[in-house]
């Protein structure tokens, strides 16, 4: 069965300062998929990223970047110099190739960025 | 407009009463979902359907029904809304892209049900 395990349910930061959320996810498949979602406090989902497991390359976005390492079954997902707009809970979630592209997602790391 | 809508967004109801909440998309999948999101445990699958006629359980379907009346649309029933149903609810839609496997969801808005 699929999980995932976003261990740090809430971070606060200040205003330009990195920081990184940390996702580790258990799986059978040798193929799946990975993704990382932003609830902003307005609530919508924002897809953030989608990585299948065939791709180790780390991704960069502007500030945004992705750690993914089979090795550890770990996808961490690294803001540099965080804003305040950066406030939000961020989703990792996890799709196995046998699951038919259901979505299991981690329980959310609430991310505050002061001023 | 919205690719992926979700009436109504909010709605407050009493126990054992019967509320069905709609979700309509332009974007052409096939895929559709129905999640609940409460604090501290993310979002789980209540519902899932691939097309019109294949309708699957999730991981918490109990009290809850559903209907993919078209491609576009897919309903979610409380058939008698509960307390502990207090929740977010998000619709969500997927397409499958030729030798890539699954694409991302794409989520609706949201609807935030209150059963007093």
């Known amino acids: 069965a699929q999980k995932v395990t976003q261990a740090q349910t809430e971070i606060s930061v200040v205003e330009k300062e990195d920081v990184t959320l940390d996702c580790v996810y258990e799986t059978r498949d040798t193929t799946y998929y990975l993704f990382w979602y932003k609830q902003p406090p307005s609530g919508e989902l924002v897809f953030l990223i989608r990585r299948n497991s065939f791709d180790e390359q780390n991704e960069i976005s502007g500030r945004y970047s992705w750690n993914f390492q089979k090795s550890t079954s770990s996808f961490n997902f690294t803001i540099t110099a965080s804003q305040v707009v950066d406030s939000a809970v961020y989703f990792c979630a996890l799709s196995e190739e046998t699951s038919g592209s259901r979505l299991t997602f981690g329980e959310g790391t609430q991310l505050t960025v002061n001023p | 407009d919205a690719d992926v809508t979700q009436t109504p967004r909010n709605r407050i109801t009493k126990t054992g009463k019967r509320i069905m909440l709609e979700c309509s998309q332009t974007?052409?999948?096939?895929?559709m979902y129905w999640y609940r999101q409460d604090p501290g445990l993310g979002l789980r699958l209540i519902y899932y359907s691939f097309d019109v006629k294949d309708i699957n359980k999730g991981e918490i379907s109990d009290g809850y029904s559903v209907s993919r009346q078209a491609q576009a649309k897919f309903s979610l029933s409380l058939e008698s809304a509960i307390p502990n149903q207090t929740a977010l609810y998000f619709c969500?839609?997927?397409?499958?892209?030729?030798?890539?496997?699954?694409?991302?969801?794409?989520f609706g808005p949201g609807t935030r049900l209150t059963v007093l």
């Open positions: 974007k052409g999948h096939d895929r």
């Open positions: 969500a839609t997927s397409d499958l892209r030729p030798g890539q496997g699954w694409n991302e969801q794409f």
